[in-house]
């Protein structure tokens, strides 16, 4: 009897292996390579224009306060001979005070550009995933996988162009 029930068992338990390779044969299986599909979108360009626009200003002053840094430094060089002592502990001073002001607004700017990016790569990474669903389910496809995590497809299988030209259609 024990041996009866082991062996429906088992029969119950390879049968749900095969419907499940069965099932598994008949899904369809994407990929989209994400590197791809940001360099190529045309978005892309106009973010990279507004985070620019957006700290023109600021790019500006670090400019200037490189050019006067410089302009300190030459004069400090150039006229050291003919400076006096004070003078010269005045010029230091100046140039010192200039240089750690620089740096401060360097790494504001730094991080503040970082965060900006980042939340522009975000917002544009979620109207991509948007883009894939769209894809996929005019495809018909069950799952989509990101390249990197596939060792082998289909070329048919990549939607990476078919995403690019959705996110170009609608203009997103």
């Known amino acids: 009897m024990k041996t009866l029930v082991k ?3 088992l029969a119950v338990v390879m049968s749900g292996v095969f419907v499940a390779n069965a099932a598994q044969a008949q899904q369809k299986i994407g ?3 994400m590197m791809q599909i940001f360099q190529e979108l045309p978005q892309r360009e106009a973010i990279a224009q507004k985070l620019q626009d957006e700290f023109s200003d600021r790019f500006e002053e670090m400019r200037q306060m490189e050019q006067k840094i410089q302009e300190l430094r030459q004069k400090q060089e150039r006229d050291a001979s003919i ?5 010269k502990t005045k010029l230091s001073r100046d140039l010192e005070q200039l240089i750690a002001e620089a740096q ?3 790494k504001a700017l ?3 550009t970082r965060r900006r990016q980042g939340e522009e790569r975000n917002k544009l990474l979620g109207q991509v995933q ?3 669903n769209v894809v996929a ?4 496809f069950d799952l989509v996988l990101q390249s990197n995590a596939v060792v082998f497809i289909k070329a048919d299988n990549d939607l990476s162009d078919e995403v690019v030209a959705e996110m170009s259609k609608s203009g997103k």
Do not use: C, F, P, R
């Open 7 to 9: 062996t429906m068992a």
């Open 31 to 33: 990929v989209v390579d």
């Open 83 to 87: 400076m006096s002592e004070q003078e």
């Open 104 to 106: 401060l607004k360097g």
């Open 110 to 112: 730094q991080e503040d």
């Open 130 to 132: 948007e883009a894939i």
């Open 137 to 140: 389910k005019q495809e018909n």
